[in-house]
Nanobody, 123 residues
């Protein structure tokens, strides 16, 4: 059974930083894509960022470019999302996602989803 367990959400003031982490278990393949989606209040799901475990290539949504950075620890099978210069519009539940493949996509076609962690940015 594949499990994605997120941690690191919380409440932060605008301009602050948070770091989300997600540990994957049950994925017995070497190469896959893992990343983050979010759903803000009254909004659709939005792909935030994803990274390829094979070469470390990553993509970001335009809304977070230059502020967020994704990284993957091969040994720990953990993906992290460093979020800087947070804005109130970043308030959302953030979900760790993964699928077995190589394309870096920010569309919701991922096979595996975590339970989500709440990020709230106050103005």
């Amino acid at each position: 059974e594949v499990r994605l367990v997120e941690s690191g959400g919380g409440l932060v003031q605008a301009g602050g930083s948070l770091r989300l982490s997600c540990t994957a278990s049950g994925l017995f393949v070497e190469h896959y894509v893992i990343g983050w989606f979010r759903r803000g209040p009254g909004k659709d799901r939005e792909g935030v960022s994803c990274v390829s475990t094979s070469d470390g290539d990553a993509v970001y949504a335009d809304s977070v470019k230059g502020r967020f950075a994704i990284s993957y620890d091969i040994a720990e099978k953990t993906v992290s999302l460093q979020m800087n210069s947070l804005k109130p519009e970043d308030t959302a539940t953030y979900y760790c996602v993964a699928y077995v493949g190589g394309r870096l996509v920010l569309s919701p076609e991922y096979d595996y989803w975590g339970q989500g962690t709440q990020v709230t940015v106050s103005s």
